[in-house]
């Protein structure tokens, strides 16, 4: 393709993409192609002479498109929302122009100066203290892919750290913590570096956040038993409920017993721009306490996927754990120590210029527009989840989180079945429409069905839709077992 050719076919795809936004509404939310429907459609060899690309692009819409499941329709209620703003679709195609591994700052001054930049204004916009800004060069932020790398690079900085303090202790006596309701991120970093952890429990009437009292009877017991704890992951915001590790209480037990509070707000953090939320998610505890922090913008934080920040409070502990340096990555400025090399803040070397999108989204919302944009997903779940609670048909499960409600059918007062049993079918008949998108999960062995809010489109409207819906299809379930 030369560049008048990408030109034109960089026009129609921008009026293409344009088009889907008009009609993304109308679409169903869930796809209706089979398993293995690709590998039908699609030659199993290469081309051997190059193709037109009209014809390439025309293949995109025909047989790409159907098979997507429209994360950005205002009727997805799935997972977490996933953000995707113009702004965000501009920053990387511009990034992917000029595509630069910006492993240091001599590959690339402007990716390294511009990262180092977007994560100060993102610390700013939620509130984090100074010590977590590049600008006081201790501590500072690193755009990952995901919260699963940042806890991971968070994971090796911290075992790096309590080796060089315990150089007698074996890596069989390592131990990470995290709890019931941790992401699999946690125990996947554990998996991988091949750290043994233990999950600690929490409760309901905690609402699901984790207790001091729990962490430290944890490490007496494990201390006693011949362990080293060293790593905790807790969280802002947990996937399955929204719940908040009681970080008032276990920041402080952490720190007298130096363990490294690593804090996953990959979905909520994004809440933190808005100050009226800062108390509840324990801001100030994580401003003096915690060593390394995670918030995935790509979630409900209107910066296009991957755009997850980690901060830390030492950067050193970073490159200490990270820094490999064979003859051919050193340079000048790097020797000098005058500049961020981020590929010693991370696990790979070369990396996507992904401040550029950060940087179009920040400036295009503003801060106002940023807050205007989670004070909408907040409002929309509150009401959504004041029906749920008036409602004859189905009740909250948990308390009501941010953007997210939990519930579950109402237990029958004559049980012919149970309400766990109730709950499930009520999710396969949400399941089976193609028109809202939902997921599940196990709240203390009872299934429940999670509505989470924020997609940049969903209007009073859709959720209103949503909750009409929700009824209907819980009245049958209840017609269907004479309930
Ligand atoms: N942590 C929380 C609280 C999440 O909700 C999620 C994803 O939904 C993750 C971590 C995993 O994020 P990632 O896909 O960026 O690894």
Redesign the pocket.
């Known amino acids: 393709m030369d560049i008048e050719q990408f030109r034109k076919a960089g026009h129609q795809a921008i009026d293409r993409i344009c088009d889907f936004n008009y009609s993304v509404e109308k679409m169903d939310v869930v796809s209706s192609v089979e398993p293995g429907y690709l590998r039908k459609a699609l030659p199993s060899e290469p081309p051997e002479q190059g193709e037109d690309f009209s014809k390439i692009a025309d293949d995109y819409q025909q047989l790409i498109v159907p098979g997507l499941t429209q994360w950005q329709h205002p009727s997805f209620f799935a997972?977490?929302p996933a953000a995707c703003t113009f702004e965000g679709v501009l920053g990387d195609l511009y990034a992917s122009s000029v595509t630069n591994p910006g492993f240091n700052w001599s590959s690339s001054p402007a990716c390294t100066e511009l990262e180092a930049i977007m994560t100060d204004w993102a610390a700013k916009l939620l509130g984090l203290d100074k010590a977590f800004l590049n600008s006081n060069e201790t501590g500072g932020g690193v755009v990952?892919?995901?919260?699963?790398?940042?806890?991971l690079t968070a994971t090796v900085a911290a075992r790096s750290l309590y080796s060089k303090l315990h150089p007698d202790v074996s890596q069989d006596k390592l131990l990470f913590y995290t709890t019931s309701q941790?992401?699999?991120?946690g125990a996947k970093a554990a998996l991988i570096l091949g750290i043994k952890v233990r999950s600690l429990e929490v409760n309901l009437s905690d609402n699901f956040g984790l207790r001091g009292e729990t962490l430290r009877n944890a490490l007496e017991e494990d201390i006693r038993a011949g362990l080293h704890p060293f790593i905790i992951v807790a969280?802002?915001?947990?996937?399955s409920s929204g719940a908040i590790d009681h970080l008032n209480e276990i920041c402080v037990v952490a720190q007298e017993y130096s363990l490294w509070m690593h804090v996953?707000?990959?979905?909520?953090g994004v809440t933190l721009s808005c100050p009226e939320n800062r108390e509840i998610c324990h801001l100030s505890f994580v401003n003096r306490y915690v060593q390394s922090f995670?918030v995935?913008f790509?979630?409900w934080g209107l910066v296009n996927f991957?755009a997850?920040i980690l901060w830390v409070r030492n950067r050193e502990y970073l490159t200490d754990a990270l820094d490999v340096t064979p003859p051919f990555l050193r340079t000048a400025q790097s020797d000098a120590g005058t500049v961020i090399d981020y590929r010693n803040w991370h696990l790979g070397l070369g990396r996507r210029f992904r401040s550029l999108k950060f940087w179009f989204v920040l400036r295009s919302y503003g801060v106002e527009g940023f807050r205007q944009h989670i004070r909408k997903g907040i409002e929309l779940n509150k009401l959504f989840s004041s029906w749920v609670s008036s409602s004859t048909l189905v009740e909250l499960a948990t308390s009501p989180s941010f953007g997210l409600t939990v519930l579950r059918m109402k237990a029958p007062k004559h049980p012919t079945a149970s309400q766990d049993f109730l709950t499930r079918k009520l999710f396969e008949c949400l399941s089976a429409r193609k028109d809202i998108m939902v997921t599940q999960t196990v709240l203390q062995g009872i299934f429940c069905i999670r509505f989470a809010f924020g997609a940049e489109r969903t209007e009073e409207r859709h959720i209103v839709a949503a909750f009409n819906l929700l009824c209907d299809e819980a009245r049958k379930v209840n017609e269907e077992f004479k309930i």
């Not at 990952?144 to 806890?151: E, F, G, H, M, R």
């Not at 969280?235 to 996937?239: M, P, Q």
């Not at 996953?264 to 909520?268: F, P, R, V, Y």
């Open positions: 997972y977490f990952q892919t995901s919260a699963s790398d940042s806890v941790t992401h699999s991120v969280t802002i915001g947990t996937t996953d707000a990959a979905w909520a995670c995935n790509h979630k991957d997850s």
